[in-house]
Structures are given as structure tokens and as C-alpha cells.
């Protein structure tokens, strides 16, 4: 397997894991607002907010610029892109309403 070829698979990975753990967070967060415990909204509100800039973060293109042989030049992006994009505002409006306090506003974004 060639270096960039390598690189690219470990990208994948490592994105791909990212992903998933922003899935758990955000499911993690829903249980959480379908039960009625009154304690641990900072730290929902922590997590949530953890998650957002997590997927933000996995959304934008990666830049590695033109490497000698390498076969892809410009930004290479994120085949969960589209996914991410269109999951960000939903949790921005989750954590709006978390921060009021509003559990039902919270569970209705998604």
C-alpha cells in the first residue's frame, strides 16, 4: 500500500470513529432528555456542546496540500459530510433549548 494510499485508509478511520462517537453522544444526550432527572444538565449541556464542535470540526474539508506523487490535490473531504451537515443545526437547536431548560424543546429538534 503506497503512504498516501495508507494515510488516506488511517484518515477514514479515524474519522469513521470520530463520527461515531458523536452518534453516541447525541444518543446519549436524547435518552437522557426522554427521562425525568432534573440533575447533570451542565454536563448534558458539556456533552452536547463537545459533540457540535466535534462535528463541525469533521465537516469541514481537510487540506493537506500537493504532496510530491500524490495523486489528490486540493482538500480531501469527509464522506460523512453531508450527514454532519445536515445533523448541526439540529444540535444547535437541542442545546438552545437545553440551555432554557426546556427538555421537550430539546427532544423536538430532532
Not at 453522544?25 to 452536547?48: H, K, M, P, S, V
Not at 444540535?91 to 437545553?98: C, E, H, K, Q
Request: hydrophobic content about 30%; glycine content about 10%; charged content about 30%.
Amino acid at each position: 500500500m503506497k503512504p498516501d494510499a495508507r494515510l488516506r485508509y488511517k484518515r477514514k478511520a479515524y474519522n469513521r470513529y470520530h463520527v461515531c462517537r458523536c452518534q453516541e453522544f447525541a444518543e446519549n444526550i436524547l435518552d437522557w432528555l426522554d427521562g425525568t432527572d432534573e440533575a447533570g444538565w451542565e454536563r448534558q449541556i458539556e456533552l452536547g456542546e463537545e459533540c457540535g464542535s466535534e462535528m463541525e470540526r469533521l465537516a469541514r474539508p481537510i487540506y493537506s496540500g500537493a504532496r510530491k506523487r500524490s495523486y489528490t490535490f486540493g482538500p480531501e473531504r469527509n464522506p460523512d459530510a453531508g450527514h454532519l451537515n445536515r445533523a448541526i443545526p439540529h444540535v444547535r437547536a437541542m442545546l438552545t433549548a437545553m440551555r432554557n431548560r426546556n427538555r421537550c424543546g430539546g427532544f423536538g429538534t430532532w
